[in-house]
């Protein structure tokens, strides 16, 4: 069964908006939870990932939150461009050796 | 810096046909993971290598996939034969010696059975 659920599938937000999505795990044994950014025709690209001992990271314009009790995390998009319209995926990972486990995806859109 | 490799990027296949995707991972990369993504649906998990070795098979579907890497450089993945459910994008992805959370995705292969 899935083990990361993702949600929404797809986002349309005007320039300068936060897109936000959200994902939810049931595994308490996961403990690295990265975000994936995806254009067509390219693979995956880490973007930003965090660790359940911190509840926020920032990098640039990028936040994840995470909240440990619920088993729920989320990635924030501050002041949203059209460059960022691509697939995001978040996942979870509770294996030393980097198996990930992933959600859907949604697709996000940025209009100008 | 080259990246993740993979080729073909499409593949286009009748059912029961044999497909053989290859994938070659960043230069001096140990690990080396295999993924796939059905239409819609989450990046699944299929295999995981260190060097030439199979460290984690769990997310191989069945017998009809079977994945290589020998001398530790370039993978395969062979499917055979092709089955309707076999479509999706599949996904290669590397990363260094001992470091396992940050890994490098190739473009993928884009495999429709017909």
């Known amino acids: 069964q899935q083990q990361v659920k993702q949600s929404p599938q797809s986002l349309i937000v005007q320039k300068g908006g936060i897109p936000i999505i959200n994902c939810a795990y049931e595994?308490?044994?996961?403990?690295?939870f990265p975000w994936y950014q995806q254009f067509p025709g390219k693979g995956p690209a880490l973007l930003i990932a965090?660790?359940?001992?911190?509840s926020e990271k920032k990098e640039g314009r990028f936040t994840i939150s995470f909240n440990k009790s619920a088993k729920q995390f989320s990635l924030h998009i501050m002041d949203s461009q059209p460059g960022d319209s691509a697939t995001y995926f978040c996942?979870?990972?509770?294996?030393?050796?980097?198996?990930?486990?992933f959600g859907a995806g949604t697709q996000v859109v940025v209009t100008p | 810096e080259a990246g993740v490799t993979q080729f073909p990027s499409h593949s286009v296949i009748e059912k029961g046909q044999t497909v053989t995707l290859r994938c070659d991972p960043i230069?001096?990369?140990?690990?080396l993971y295999w993924y796939r993504r059905v239409m819609g649906k989450e990046i699944k998990f299929l295999l995981h290598?260190?060097?030439?070795?199979?460290?984690?098979e769990s997310g191989m579907p069945n017998n009809r996939f079977l994945a290589e890497r020998t001398g530790g450089t370039y993978s395969t993945l062979k499917v055979q034969p092709a089955e309707l459910e076999d479509s999706g994008v599949y996904f290669c992805?590397?990363?260094?010696?001992?470091?396992?959370?940050?890994?490098?995705f190739g473009p993928g292969t884009r495999l429709t059975v017909l």
């Open positions: 965090i660790r359940p001992d911190v």
């Open positions: 992805a590397s990363s260094p010696p001992f470091s396992y959370n940050e890994q490098f």
């Open positions: 230069s001096g990369h140990d690990n």
């Open positions: 996942a979870a990972s509770m294996d030393s050796w980097g198996k990930l486990q």
């Open positions: 290598f260190v060097k030439e070795s199979k460290q984690d």
């Open positions: 595994n308490t044994a996961f403990d690295y």
